[in-house]
């Protein structure tokens, strides 16, 4: 069991990836707002009309590919469901860290994984708080034998 999992606060992880506040049912149907071609998140507005395709072209295609969240999806399963592997040092220093620190923890991970699977950490930084937000959410263990049963 990954104690430092405990230390993660849900409203945090929601600030890292906003689309939480929205999606709060579905982690593929999350990341899809994240992704690419995925679909553009909901958003307010005080003007008439607007075009959002202009407005967000430059947004919507700095989003990563759908690969992208495919292997943070992986990656996230061999940090959280194994005891052996890369990711031994990273999840000691994970424990060192406070419930007060969920972005360290947070921004460690989407570091740790992005330099895996050559990634800059912002870019994945929201796809990892998706995956942790449906963990504390859920159960670890439940996670780990849907993760298992997938692959």
Not at 20 to 31: G, P, S
Not at 45 to 74: C, F, G, H, M
Request: hydrophobic content about 40%; charged content about 25%; some cysteine.
């Amino acid at each position: 069991m990954n104690t430092w999992l405990a230390q993660l606060d849900e409203v945090e992880l929601q600030l890292l990836a906003p689309i939480l506040f929205f999606c709060r049912e579905n982690q593929e149907q999350a990341a899809s707002y994240l992704c690419k071609d995925g679909p553009i998140s909901p958003i307010a507005s005080a003007q008439e009309t607007i075009d959002i395709k202009t407005q967000y072209y430059d947004v919507l295609n700095a989003r990563p590919l759908k690969v992208v969240w495919e292997s943070v999806k992986k990656e996230m399963s061999v940090l959280v469901c194994s005891n052996k592997g890369h990711y031994a040092e990273l999840k000691h220093s994970l424990e060192e860290l406070s419930r007060s620190d969920t972005d360290k923890i947070v921004l460690t991970i989407a570091s740790a994984i992005g330099n895996t699977i050559g990634e800059q950490a912002d870019e994945i930084t929201g796809f990892c708080a998706i995956i942790l937000y449906f963990i504390i959410n859920g159960s670890e263990a439940s996670y780990c034998a849907d993760t298992r049963r997938s692959t």
